[in-house]
């Protein structure tokens, strides 16, 4: 379908508490919604974070990047030429990975619409049901074992934790939650690069005994040594995520058998796209990967599912953002019940409009 005009706008949306990561905490989801009109009159919806922490990308840039340097390049295009398009947006400037990726889904979405079809049959249809996990946000121990036990309440099966401040409280977490929830329950962790090499041993063997399913990212994104000691040296699985952006990425943490598996987002690698291709990799080596988010609106959150729905070795999801917002912004798609998002025959992602 021919492109006749991109366009990228701000969204902010109120969260229902404050999200709290070893990074950083964040009470409003500040995103950007694309728009790809087709010469048909079908528009394609997508959109991205401003994960500034992770890509360098800030809703400025990406917003800047989208209406000034990507549309003119690809409006004129077909939007089923996604090869030729993701290497005129490579062409045009580098990185920038959410700015692509939001263009990159929006294509996608008019793509699939205008063939009439959901966007998971055009991805490869695997399935069409995706259960995703819940995020606790850092938090007292006590508070967090009180949610983790809401959230059982409410059908969610898999908990993330989110850990990475301090070793000692970050064992009491897990601890309270494991007891508080019993061992039904799947618990993996994310430490979001926030221990040293021997203090992740430490602390993820010491953790050990509350069957934990993975722990993700337990050392900064560039020590790639540190992150393969970690993964020789105990028995959880292992998960990159700041630790890979790209299929380059991908391979080069395979070849040095880094890590045990991959956590793919699609504004930390630029869309659908390149998503495929780090999925497909990973696939040929005989390593699972999981999809997850920003601190997302549903514009951007479906597509992911879609792609967790249409590839096999995409296993596990967290693509819970955008239910700790206030309010849900996004007309029209899946939602989450009971922990499942169940895609129908809506054309696309089966988003209509975003409220602005």
């Given at each position: 379908?021919?492109?006749?005009?991109?366009?990228?706008?701000t969204?902010?949306?109120?969260?229902?508490?404050?999200?709290r990561?070893?990074?950083g905490?964040?009470?409003?989801?500040?995103?950007?919604?694309?728009?790809?009109?087709?010469?048909n009159?079908?528009?394609?919806?997508g959109?991205?974070?401003?994960?500034v922490?992770?890509?360098?990308?800030t809703?400025?840039?990406?917003?800047?990047?989208?209406n000034?340097?990507?549309?003119?390049?690809?409006?004129?295009?077909?939007?089923?030429?996604?090869?030729?398009i993701?290497?005129?947006m490579?062409?045009?400037?580098?990185?920038?990975?959410?700015a692509?990726?939001?263009?990159?889904?929006?294509?996608?979405d008019?793509?699939?619409?205008?063939?009439?079809?959901?966007?998971?049959?055009?991805?490869?249809?695997?399935?069409?049901?995706?259960?995703?996990?819940?995020?606790?946000?850092?938090?007292?121990?006590?508070?967090m074992?009180?949610?983790?036990?809401?959230?059982?309440?409410?059908?969610?099966?898999?908990?993330?934790?989110?850990?990475?401040?301090?070793?000692?409280?970050?064992?009491?977490?897990i601890?309270?939650i494991?007891?508080?929830?019993g061992?039904?329950?799947?618990?993996?962790?994310?430490?979001n690069?926030?221990?040293k090499?021997?203090?992740?041993?430490?602390?993820?063997k010491?953790?050990?005994?509350?069957?934990?399913e993975?722990?993700?990212?337990?050392?900064?994104?560039?020590?790639?040594?540190?992150?393969?000691?970690v993964t020789?040296?105990?028995?959880v699985?292992?998960?990159a995520?700041?630790?890979?952006?790209?299929?380059?990425?991908?391979?080069?943490?395979?070849k040095?058998?880094?890590?045990?598996?991959i956590n793919?987002?699609l504004?930390?690698?630029?869309?659908?796209?390149?998503?495929?291709?780090?999925?497909?990799i990973?696939?040929?080596a005989?390593?699972?990967c999981?999809?997850?988010?920003?601190?997302?609106?549903?514009?951007?959150?479906?597509?992911?599912v879609?792609?967790?729905?249409?590839?096999?070795?995409?296993t596990?999801a967290?693509?819970?953002?955008?239910?700790?917002?206030?309010?849900?912004?996004?007309?029209?798609g899946?939602?989450?019940?009971?922990?499942?998002?169940?895609?129908?025959?809506?054309?696309?992602?089966?988003?209509?409009?975003?409220?602005?």
């Amino acid at each position: 379908m021919k492109i006749t005009k991109i366009e990228a706008v701000t969204i902010e949306v109120p969260m229902k508490k404050p999200f709290r990561v070893a990074y950083g905490t964040t009470s409003v989801a500040r995103n950007i919604i694309v728009y790809a009109y087709g010469e048909n009159g079908m528009t394609g919806i997508g959109g991205t974070a401003g994960p500034v922490k992770v890509t360098g990308d800030t809703l400025e840039s990406i917003k800047y990047v989208i209406n000034e340097v990507l549309a003119p390049a690809i409006v004129g295009s077909d939007s089923t030429d996604m090869e030729k398009i993701t290497a005129v947006m490579d062409s045009v400037i580098v990185k920038n990975t959410a700015a692509k990726a939001a263009v990159d889904m929006a294509l996608y979405d008019l793509t699939a619409k205008s063939a009439g079809i959901p966007l998971y049959k055009l991805l490869g249809g695997y399935k069409k049901t995706l259960e995703t996990d819940y995020t606790l946000g850092i938090d007292e121990p006590e508070i967090m074992a009180y949610e983790a036990m809401e959230l059982k309440d409410k059908g969610f099966k898999t908990l993330k934790v989110k850990v990475g401040e301090n070793t000692v409280k970050d064992i009491e977490r897990i601890k309270n939650i494991r007891k508080a929830v019993g061992y039904n329950i799947k618990i993996r962790i994310d430490a979001n690069q926030g221990w040293k090499t021997k203090e992740a041993i430490r602390t993820i063997k010491a953790l050990e005994e509350y069957d934990i399913e993975l722990v993700e990212q337990p050392v900064p994104f560039w020590d790639i040594d540190g992150l393969a000691k970690v993964t020789r040296s105990v028995d959880v699985p292992i998960m990159a995520d700041e630790a890979c952006h790209t299929p380059q990425d991908a391979l080069m943490l395979i070849k040095r058998e880094a890590v045990d598996l991959i956590n793919i987002k699609l504004p930390k690698c630029g869309g659908i796209f390149r998503a495929l291709q780090i999925a497909h990799i990973a696939a040929s080596a005989g390593m699972e990967c999981m999809i997850g988010c920003m601190v997302e609106t549903r514009a951007s959150i479906l597509p992911a599912v879609h792609l967790a729905c249409g590839v096999k070795n995409i296993t596990r999801a967290d693509l819970d953002s955008a239910m700790y917002l206030k309010e849900d912004p996004v007309i029209g798609g899946a939602t989450v019940e009971n922990a499942m998002f169940t895609l129908g025959d809506e054309p696309g992602t089966g988003v209509k409009t975003v409220s602005i």
